[in-house]
């Protein structure tokens, strides 16, 4: 059973450089998102996607873009990566009725030099 | 939202003690709060969650206290383990948005020295 499966693991990027960070659940949830985490920080959500074919802002949307593919998959882009981009990014997916567990990625450490 | 800095609250405790955790959040308006934990170079993993209508909720070796008065959320671990290490994040699911879209607090630090 893998959950939530997201790759690269690791990323290095120029500034200037676009990437793509993919995100997948087996979990049959509606609802995916994308967050990211800063040094000594709470995760702060980037975009969310509450079912298929709708996303929305989160709390830091600038600088990113989203697509959720189908129900199983949600992908976070880096159109013009900055070095403030530079953190560890998180997916999770969850249901949204029943139990309130989110469950979550391993994480993508992206550098952005 | 806020910015709080690189240094986390630490919790040091020895093998066998109870470790209470605290959290205080600031919106009234949150249907649930939520514990998770995160291990280094690890995704968050739920704890225990509380609904805004309840003052505690046990589960196994963990209980939650939530005192609305003063805004204020405890994690309560017994008899922890050295495998408690990990920083420990309050979460808040604000009312009418799904249930993964998380608001989280600072985290605490907890190392459990054998």
């Known amino acids: 059973n893998a959950g939530v499966t997201q790759t690269p693991k690791f990323q290095v990027l120029k500034t200037g450089q676009s990437m793509t960070l993919q995100c997948a659940q087996d979990m049959n949830h509606n609802s995916m998102y994308w967050y990211r985490q800063d040094p000594g920080m709470g995760l702060r959500l980037i975009y969310y996607?509450?079912?298929?074919?709708?996303?929305d802002k989160g709390e830091v949307p600038n600088g990113y873009n989203v697509s959720r593919l189908n129900k199983r998959e949600f992908s976070l882009r880096l159109e013009s990566a900055a070095p403030s981009q530079t953190s560890v990014y998180f997916c999770?997916?969850?249901?949204?009725?029943?139990?309130?567990?989110?469950?979550f990625g391993q994480g993508t450490r992206l550098t952005v030099v | 939202g806020e910015s709080v800095g690189l240094h986390l609250p630490t919790l040091s405790v020895q093998e066998g003690d109870n470790s209470i955790i605290n959290c205080a959040y600031s919106?009234?308006?949150?249907?649930?709060f939520i514990w998770y934990k995160q291990e280094s170079g690890k995704g968050p993993q739920f704890i225990i969650d509380i609904r805004s209508n309840m003052d505690k909720r046990q589960g196994q070796r963990v209980t939650v206290l939530l005192n609305k008065t003063v805004k204020h959320l405890s994690l309560q671990i017994a008899a922890t383990q050295p495998g408690d290490s990990a920083v420990y994040f309050c979460a808040e699911i604000r009312s009418g948005t799904s249930y993964g879209k998380l608001t989280f607090g600072q985290g605490t630090i907890l190392t459990v020295h054998p």
């Open positions: 919106n009234s308006a949150s249907d649930y």
């Open positions: 999770a997916s969850g249901s949204t009725t029943g139990r309130v567990e989110a469950f």
């Open positions: 996607s509450a079912s298929e074919g709708t996303t």
